[in-house]
């Protein structure tokens, strides 16, 4: 039996298998086959009424025919008959079920949306875990169960791996990629529509089982990112690695949010924000997938993600520095005692640095070679030595051969005390020689072509060390009633944008900067309140339908006098008969601000992860610049301005060419929009700050959109 002792156990380690809808032919034909391969020791029962005999064996009407009870049932049959197979399941006494069907609404359909209501009703309260559907299936090596049909299984003792996703088949794809690698996966699920039981779930299982160390999840959404949260930091107290590659939001689905953010802030955005406070690797291929599980695997984790870079081609150097300059990779200096001991080995006229070209003497002499990988892991600088080496794919080239073990026995025998692995040049495909070594070198990982090495180094090295998150301040001391004030413009079914000047006024009581207005119906009341407000002035449409002036002609910029203010009125009126016919006309007069630097600063609900703040180049080119960082609130000074410098734009106001721009102005804004988003991130969809100009002196939101959240659909009690 395997260790895994939580809520799952009794679906990785089933006393008996029962499969309801058998057949010859099909799925379930297959699952038996693969039971069979694979080994399981427990019996395999199959019920169909419609059968007396399958699999060369008796067939049971119903589970009271089974010769005893029932632990783990896969239901294989139309999603019309699943929600009463499962009751009869459970009522017979199933430690776990697996929905192998599908139909369950996952295209919107009403009638398959019932059907998973109906089993959430039937499963959701109790403690039988129920998986599906569109159950993929599972693989487990101790207990030898296999419903997901993989083409070979681990001959000897398995690796300490989990695979763990939605979709069976990239799953499978991955698992046939380790090994080769000679990593062979002790647990693979294909977890399906997690209409009850989710990958959170399942991590949070892995997490305590003492078979696996690095979890491997491919995940299109986690519908319970709370549990996900403390699995992911358990994972860390127990030096145990989790890796995700997640599928993000669709452009088409980012296009349609009402406020800018919407468009430009995807789920991806949102999760890679959360996964880098709980140290988990995200990757974006899947490719960088099994190379992530290949290097923690064979490390054990990173210190860090400084990498010095040894190699024995200049052009492979040069290849090098251009990948980490696309990457934004910028490999440590080495100290001087590290050049200089290199630069003695490798000889006088040597170019000597990080990244190492060690040449023809380190290309023919292995001891001088042997010596330079002391050299730069010795390195206070350096966290991950990266060297260029491949496996041999045949008995050809015994140099690379010979290399590869030197490169192992200096890391097993701890001379270098610190991870050290190798990359090729290009991407190449393993034979079974070069499989063979692979499986007899300890100590090192072996990655494929330089740009993705260093992508996945740098990335699990940046997990090492999660990204720290502020203390939350105390809430407002009238939130109650700004909470109220919200919850009475509400509507239910359909979000509700606030007009700019009400969305200034709110970030205003937050402390965050807005230009001086004020709201005018008449030509009379515009040229008042320029007059108060002091030229020039910018005029704009205002009111809640307003939300993209900008696109009707709404704005007029730099009005300097009394008979610019009436004659722009004019223009404005027809403008908003346009947009919005018969509606009483509304303008928002100004101040004008000239100069700065445009930021975007916005807070949009993303629906996993809750409210996240995203900030970066802003102007009328924001979805198009695609400048834009994302971090989860709260915020102190010290992690707005972590956030703000890994844009563009926070590197322009932060003194690029002696440019004089208030960047605290900024951090305190996006202080201040954390602080909103956890008072009232319930209740807010988006918030729209575009621009917020950044000067020398002072940092202002010159226009916003508040988008306030549905409010609930309230049902009528039926008549009696």
């Known amino acids: 039996m395997g260790s895994s002792s939580g809520r799952l156990s009794a679906l990785f380690h089933p006393g008996n298998i029962v499969v309801v809808g058998a057949s010859d032919r099909g799925p379930t034909a297959r699952q038996h086959a693969d039971l069979v391969r694979t080994g399981y020791s427990g019996a395999v029962h199959p019920i169909n009424p419609r059968r007396e005999q399958v699999w060369g ?98 001959e000897g003792k398995g690796s300490p791996v989990a695979l763990v996703g939605q979709s069976g088949g990239v799953l499978m794809f991955t698992y046939e990629a380790l090994m080769d690698r000679a990593i062979r996966p002790t647990t693979v699920v294909a977890s399906g529509g997690e209409l009850l039981v989710g990958s959170a779930d399942f991590v949070a299982e892995l997490v305590e089982d003492e078979q696996t160390r690095v979890i491997a999840c491919f995940v299109e959404s986690i519908k319970d990112i709370d549990l996900f949260g403390r699995a992911a930091e358990r994972a860390r107290e127990l030096g145990k690695h989790l890796v995700v590659l997640k599928v993000g939001a669709s452009p088409e689905g980012r296009a349609a949010a009402m406020a800018h953010t919407g468009s430009v802030v995807g789920s991806l955005d949102a999760f890679e924000a959360l996964a880098a406070e709980l140290g988990v690797v995200v990757v974006h291929s899947v490719d960088e997938f099994v190379d992530a599980i290949e290097l923690l695997l064979r490390t054990g984790g990173l210190p860090g993600p400084r990498l010095g870079v040894i190699s024995h081609s200049g052009g492979l150097k040069d290849l090098v520095m251009d990948y980490a300059s696309r990457l934004a990779i910028t490999f440590p200096t080495l100290e001087d005692a590290t050049l200089e001991k290199v630069a003695e080995l490798l000889g006088t006229g040597s170019s000597v640095g990080n990244p190492l070209d060690t040449g023809f003497p380190g290309l023919t002499n292995p001891d001088l070679y042997r010596q330079c990988v002391e050299a730069v892991a010795a390195d206070p600088n350096v966290d991950v030595v990266l060297v260029q080496e491949e496996l041999p794919r045949s008995t050809a080239k015994p140099r690379e051969e010979k290399y590869l073990r030197q490169l192992s026995e200096q890391a097993t025998g701890g001379a270098l005390g610190k991870p050290v692995g190798t990359m090729s040049l290009v991407s190449y495909s393993l034979t079974d020689h070069a499989r063979a070594v692979r499986d007899e070198l300890d100590g090192i990982f072996v990655l494929q072509e330089a740009s993705r090495a260093l992508s996945v180094i740098t990335k699990a090295g940046r ?101 610019d203010v009436r004659a722009g009125f004019a223009e404005l009126e027809g403008a908003f008969a346009r947009a919005v016919p018969g509606a009483p006309v509304e303008v928002l007069v100004s101040e004008f601000v000239s100069g700065g630097t445009e930021l975007v600063l916005g807070l949009s609900r993303d629906q996993e992860v809750g409210p996240v703040v995203a900030v970066g180049s802003g102007g009328i080119a924001v979805e198009l610049l695609d400048d834009v960082a994302v971090g989860l609130p709260p915020f102190d000074e010290s992690t707005a301005a972590d956030l703000l410098a890994r ?65 609930a659909e309230t049902v009528a009690p039926a008549a009696r």
């Open 57 to 154: 064996g008796p067939c049971h009407a119903d589970f009271d025919a089974l010769p005893e009870r029932p632990d783990h049932v896969i239901l294989s049959v139309p999603a019309g008959a699943v929600p009463d197979a499962l009751g009869a399941a459970i009522a017979a006494g199933a430690r776990s079920v697996a929905i192998h069907a599908a139909g369950f609404g996952e295209g919107g359909d009403a009638e398959g949306r019932a059907l998973a209501a109906r089993i959430r009703a039937i499963a959701g309260g109790g403690d039988v875990p129920v998986t599906g559907g569109s159950f993929g299936g599972f693989y487990r090596e101790s207990s030898r169960v296999m419903t997901l049909s993989l083409s070979r299984v681990a």
């Open 463 to 563: 997990a090492a060390t999660p990204a720290k998150r502020a203390e939350r301040r105390a809430p407002r001391g009238d939130l109650a009633a700004v909470r109220a004030g919200l919850q009475e413009q509400r509507r239910p079914g359909v979000p509700v944008a606030l007009s700019e000047h009400d969305s200034k006024a709110l970030l205003a009581s937050y402390g965050l900067p807005v230009t001086t207005d004020r709201l005018a119906r008449s030509v009379d009341d515009a040229v008042k309140a320029a007059d108060e407000i002091g030229y020039p002035v910018v005029l704009k449409v205002s009111g809640a339908a307003m939300s993209h002036k900008s696109e009707i002609g709404g704005v007029l910029l730099d009005l300097r006098d009394a008979d």
């Open 647 to 711: 844009t563009t734009a926070g590197r322009l106001i932060g003194g690029y060419r002696n440019l004089v721009r208030d960047a605290g102005a900024a951090h305190r804004a996006t202080i201040a929009l954390g602080d909103l988003a956890l008072d009232l991130g319930d209740l807010i969809e988006a918030v729209d700050i575009n621009p917020f100009v950044v000067t020398g002196t002072r940092g202002l939101a010159l226009d916003a959109l508040v988008v306030l959240r549905p409010a």
